[in-house]
T-cell receptor, first 111, second 115 residues
């Protein structure tokens, strides 16, 4: 049984560019949450998708957007990248309000 | 306001000794409590949770946690530490009465186990 898978694992972008990160949830899970984790910090909640809709959103600007597909997979898009967007982006899946299962993350570096 | 506190940035323990990583919380209702572990450059792994029932919860890798309602604490424990337990540990809480449903995360505690 595959767990949560994320791609790409690492990527480098320059300021102003756009990035798309992808996540496939654990089998049987219908909810995907995205987190940003800066170096040495705890995870910060970006948003959560359930039934293809954004259900909850953290304190992140509109440059951060997402999507959930009918197969429950999800994408995180970040536009107009800033240096401060450099972080580990974590995807977590769950059965609605069950415990979260995390992927290994996508390490984004913005130069 | 809901919050989670991990009062120690770092905990140092000798291999074979018992370890405790502390977590206290503040929520309006009866909390759902979680512990996660993160190894370097990896995602977070679920260790254990408390929803209801016995105050002592057993989880993965020999870890356990004790829910103490009067002290609003949920400390993570292990009877005998291993060097491989060295990692970053996060406590998280959810208030089931909060329609937000989101986990509130502690800042994390770095656990270092010395041989």
């Amino acid at each position: 049984d595959a767990g949560v898978t994320q791609s790409p694992t690492h990527l480098i972008k320059t300021r102003g560019q756009q990035v798309t990160l992808r996540c496939s949830p654990k089998s049987g899970h219908d909810t995907v949450s995205w987190y940003q984790q800066a170096l040495g910090q705890g995870p910060q909640f970006i948003f959560q998708y359930y039934e293809e809709e954004e259900r909850q959103r953290g304190n992140f600007p509109d440059r951060f957007s997402g999507h959930q597909f009918p197969n429950y997979s999800s994408e995180l898009n970040v536009n107009a990248l800033l240096l401060g967007d450099s972080a580990l982006y974590l995807c977590a899946s769950s059965k609605w309000v069950g415990e979260l299962f995390f992927g290994e993350g996508s390490r984004l570096t913005v130069l | 306001a809901q919050s989670v506190a991990q009062p120690e940035d770092q905990v140092n323990v000798a291999e074979g000794n018992p370890l405790t990583v502390k977590c206290t919380y503040s929520v309006s209702g009866n909390p759902y409590l979680f512990w996660y572990v993160q190894y370097p450059n990896r995602g977070l792994q679920f260790l254990l949770k408390y929803i209801t029932g016995d105050n002592l919860v057993k989880g993965s890798y020999g870890f356990e946690a004790e829910f103490n309602k009067s002290q609003t604490s949920f400390h993570l424990k292990k009877p005998s530490a291993l060097v491989s337990d060295s990692a970053l540990y996060f406590c998280a809480v959810r208030d089931p009465l909060d329609s937000n449903y989101q986990l509130i995360w502690g800042a994390g505690t770095k656990l270092i186990i010395k041989p």
